[in-house]
């Protein structure tokens, strides 16, 4: 999404990612990947005791390795609050592109 985060923030939108994990973990993963939290460029929610992931369906779905996880997933909220866009992963890399996701956003900005 980073590579999108401009024409994202350009739609009058906000990319918030959630991670089920502690912060240690998700530092953990980021420096694994070459990076730091400092790196993202927009809000990182973090979340080990799965409010967000449960309310949104998407906690501890999937199996990974020897654990339970949560499905990654991919939602767009309107303003108002309501859900116009979701998609729940079926495998762990079945996520929509950067360019399907501001599709979307378009089509929200045209209503």
């Known amino acids: 999404m980073r ?3 401009e024409t994202i923030q350009g739609a ?3 990319l918030l990612a959630v ?3 502690e912060t240690w ?5 980021l420096k694994d990947t070459g990076l730091s939290t400092d790196d993202l460029q927009f809000p990182l929610l973090m979340d080990p005791a799965q409010t967000v992931s449960a309310t949104y369906g998407v906690a501890f779905q999937m199996r990974i390795h ?3 996880s949560n499905r990654p997933a991919t939602f767009i909220i309107d303003k108002s609050g309501v859900l116009r866009y979701a998609r729940r992963a079926k495998t762990f890399s079945d996520r929509p592109t950067p360019a399907q ?3 979307e956003l378009t089509k929200l900005d045209g209503k």
């Not at 973990?25 to 993963?29: E, H, Y």
């Open 3 to 5: 590579e999108k985060l």
């Open 101 to 103: 996701v501001v599709r």
């Open 12 to 14: 009058n939108t906000e």
């Open 66 to 68: 020897v654990e339970a």
């Open 19 to 21: 991670d089920p994990h």
């Open 25 to 29: 973990a998700a530092k953990s993963l």
